[in-house]
Structures are given as structure tokens and as C-alpha cells.
């Protein structure tokens, strides 16, 4: 189990339709939030190759193929894809080697996504490093999770704890997502913004650009019983990562 923390990921292919489903919905914060401050770090995709890995049902990258990608590709442990548009391959397989992904040794990639996927890898480090050695020369990695403050208050209010203590707190606990599926447990293990810095350094990566988005102003008005669940629990945390020596790297 990596440093920054890690998701059983056996759960994943009965939690996928109903992650979807959400995902789906109009006021999804995925749709809202995270989607759109993903394509801004991302940027222009035409002629570029990309890798999603932890793809879900393949969407996402299809898009990215629909705007320009010239190869684009989706892998995720569940199988559970779209039909795929041409010019898309969706695999079924283990982000945590994507090297030992069938059709995938030996590939370099312009742009490689973990997009709310990176937890499900089974050594974090490791799938970094993986990644990091499948980039091409002006490659990077587009990473995103939950801010980890979230978990902490979650679970000081469930367990009548404080937020300190659970936010260092290093045993695994359980976890249900209501609004995918509650019938099905998530074993999780706590991580701390120190974690994550010192798993991408070990990765051999730096951090070009941090991200925290929030609710346009708009969708604020619109959908304010989303806008409270932000406020109450802080949002995702993106990073664009590339290998230590390539650009103007700096110390983190």
C-alpha cells in the first residue's frame, strides 16, 4: 500500500455503473467542478496521444478523442465502457502497472490522467513511476484527488473525534458512498497533503501546477445544496505532474 493512501479496488466494478450514474446527473460536481478545471489543466489534446487511466465507462476520453487526440486510450478494472467511438481503445485493466496493460508496453503517451483513480493503485508510488517512464519527452501526468481534510471531517463527525486526530490517523477505515451505491464498503486509508507531496517525489515527479477549483458563480445560485457541501468539506486537489530533469523543475 502506497504512502498517500490506498482504495480496495475489488469493489470497483459493482460501484462503476452507479459512480456513472451520478456523474451523469446535471448537478454533479464532477460536472461542475472537477470536468471543467480538468480540461483547463490539461489544455489543447490535438495531435496529442492520452492515456486515462482509472478511464471509467470510457467518456471522458472519448471526449478527448471527439477534440482532436489522435490516439486515445481508457483503461479501468471494471470493463464496464461505452461503445467506443473510433479512435478510442478502452482496456480492461490494473492502473497499478499500466506497462502490464495488454497493448500498452512500450507506448508513450503526451498526456497520462488519473482522474479520482489514483487510491485504487495497490503501490502509488510505483504506478507513478510506471507512468512517468510511458510519457513522451514534453509529457505530463494530470492527477487529481479528494482534498484529504474532507475524510478527516467526515469522519471526526461520525466519530465524535477531532479533526486533528483524524487527520493524521494512519489506520484504514471503511467508507460508503451514498450517492453511488451504499451497499457496497470501500476500505480506505487516510493520507495527508505530506503523503501525497512525498509520493510524487519519490515517483520521480514535480508539481508545474496546483489546482483547487470551486463552483462557478453561477452554478453557486443554481445549485446551492452543492455549493453547502463544498463549504462544509472542502472540494479536489489537482495536480500537473512531470518528471523530475524535464522543464524548469523546482524543490518542492
Not at 55 to 66: E, F, I, P, R
Amino acid at each position: 500500500m502506497d504512502e498517500a493512501g490506498s482504495d480496495a479496488s475489488q469493489p470497483w466494478p459493482q460501484l462503476a455503473s452507479g459512480f456513472e450514474q451520478a456523474r451523469a446527473r446535471e448537478d454533479s460536481l464532477d460536472r461542475l467542478v472537477e470536468w471543467p478545471a480538468q480540461r483547463e489543466l490539461l489544455g489543447d489534446v490535438t495531435g496529442l496521444a492520452v492515456l486515462d487511466a482509472g478511464c471509467g465507462n470510457g467518456s471522458k476520453v472519448a471526449q478527448l478523442a471527439a477534440e482532436g487526440a489522435v490516439e486515445a486510450v481508457g483503461v479501468d478494472i471494471s470493463g464496464n465502457f461505452i461503445e467506443a467511438p473510433p479512435g478510442v481503445e478502452l482496456v480492461e485493466g490494473d492502473l497499478s502497472d499500466l506497462a502490464a496493460v495488454p497493448g500498452l508496453a512500450g507506448r508513450r503517451f503526451d498526456r497520462i490522467l488519473f482522474l479520482q483513480s489514483f487510491g485504487y493503485a495497490a503501490d502509488g508510488v510505483r504506478a507513478l513511476q510506471v507512468a512517468r517512464d510511458m510519457l513522451s519527452e514534453d509529457g505530463f501526468i494530470l492527477l487529481t484527488r479528494t482534498q484529504p481534510v474532507r475524510y478527516a471531517i467526515e469522519r471526526a463527525e461520525q466519530n465524535g473525534t477531532s479533526l486533528g486526530q483524524e487527520y493524521f490517523a494512519t489506520e484504514s477505515f471503511d467508507y460508503r458512498h451514498s450517492n453511488w451505491d451504499d451497499r457496497v464498503t470501500l476500505t480506505k486509508r487516510p493520507y495527508t497533503m505530506s503523503d501525497l507531496l512525498n509520493t510524487f517525489s519519490a515517483a520521480g515527479l514535480w508539481i508545474e501546477a496546483t489546482r483547487e477549483p470551486q463552483m462557478p458563480a453561477e452554478a453557486r445560485v443554481r445549485y446551492p445544496h452543492k455549493q453547502a457541501v463544498m463549504d462544509a468539506y472542502l472540494g479536489i486537489l489537482m495536480f500537473r505532474l512531470r518528471p523530475l530533469g524535464s522543464g524548469s523543475a523546482h524543490t518542492i
